[in-house]
């Protein structure tokens, strides 16, 4: 995946979804309740993902004895700033839009994804959702 498949993968997934991944206790979940995905959950294929490795940050999944192979290539590939900045928005600016205006993908997420689209130098049409 290059940088714009990878935006627009998780933006996409975390719109149509509009809510967080969160454990039982409300932490954060690569692969939550009700089967939601945070960002970086989006981008981990099913036959990757392990359980034991949920409230390993990002970089633990790259970095450990058996580290998930597709984010490890998109690590070396360059895309590790990007996803950390994506991971950021799930982790943070979500909770708080769902908290303050009921929905999950809401001012806070838009103006967040807007900034890395800038930043990155992506096209941010996932955002507004014209799939």
């Avoid at 949920?54 to 690590?75: A, D, H, N, Y």
């Avoid at 769902?98 to 929905?103: K, P």
Wanted: proline content about 5%; glycine content about 10%.
């Amino acid at each position: 995946m290059n940088a714009q498949e990878v935006f627009n993968t998780v933006v996409t997934g975390l719109r149509k979804q509009n809510a967080v991944s969160e454990t039982p206790s409300g932490g954060c979940a690569y692969r939550g309740e009700h089967g939601r995905k945070c960002a970086v959950g989006m981008l981990i294929p099913d036959d990757e993902y392990d359980p034991r490795k949920e409230g390993l940050r990002v970089q633990g999944l790259v970095s450990s004895k058996e580290p998930i192979p597709t984010l490890v290539l998109m690590f070396t590939e360059g895309l590790g700033s990007l996803i950390n900045a994506i991971q950021w928005v799930h982790d943070v600016e979500m909770r708080e839009d769902e908290r303050d205006v009921g929905v999950a993908f809401g001012p806070t997420t838009v103006a967040a994804f807007a900034k890395i689209a800038g930043r990155f130098k992506l096209d941010p049409e996932a955002i507004w959702g014209n799939d």
